[in-house]
């Protein structure tokens, strides 16, 4: 089984790639592909198609296209139930201590990673970052 994963700009500004990388591997994930990415909107839209209409997209999109972002493919028993468990809360005040975001993210809008929610959106996000011939 396959997720993406994004580590956003916030992250990558703050020079936690490492980290949050180094995270994921000692969990015994592997990585199948990785890149640098920028954000335009476009791919923004198509990222967040289900919340393009809601009130908080246009400050989402800004922050999205503000940096690069790693994106990653990630293979493992249950990947995007153990990604989404390492991740926490999308509020880093209610997440779990050890996860990530409880420990590194600093506000609720610039929350450090993405992690596909089910494996009908790994499916449609991963072709969005990397073609086929790209993931190992």
């Known amino acids: 089984m396959q997720t993406l994963v994004l580590i956003k700009p916030d992250a990558v500004r703050r020079s936690l790639v490492g980290e949050i990388v180094r995270r994921f591997e000692n969990r015994g994930l592997r990585i199948a592909a990785m890149k640098l990415v920028r954000f335009d909107a476009d791919l923004s839209r198509r990222h967040y198609k289900d ?32 990604v989404r468990q390492m991740m926490g809360a999308t509020n880093h005040l209610e997440a779990a201590p050890g996860t990530i975001r409880a420990d590194l993210a600093l506000s609720t809008r610039e929350n450090l990673v993405h992690g596909s929610d089910s494996p009908e959106s790994a499916e449609r996000e991963i072709p969005l970052f990397f073609g086929k011939d790209e993931i190992l």
Do not use: T
Not at 57 to 72: D, Q, V
Not at 73 to 79: A, F, M, S
């Open 51 to 82: 919340h393009v209409d809601k009130d908080f997209y246009p400050p989402l999109e800004k922050f999205i296209a503000s940096g690069p972002s790693l994106a990653m493919v990630l293979e493992g028993d249950n990947v995007i139930q153990v």
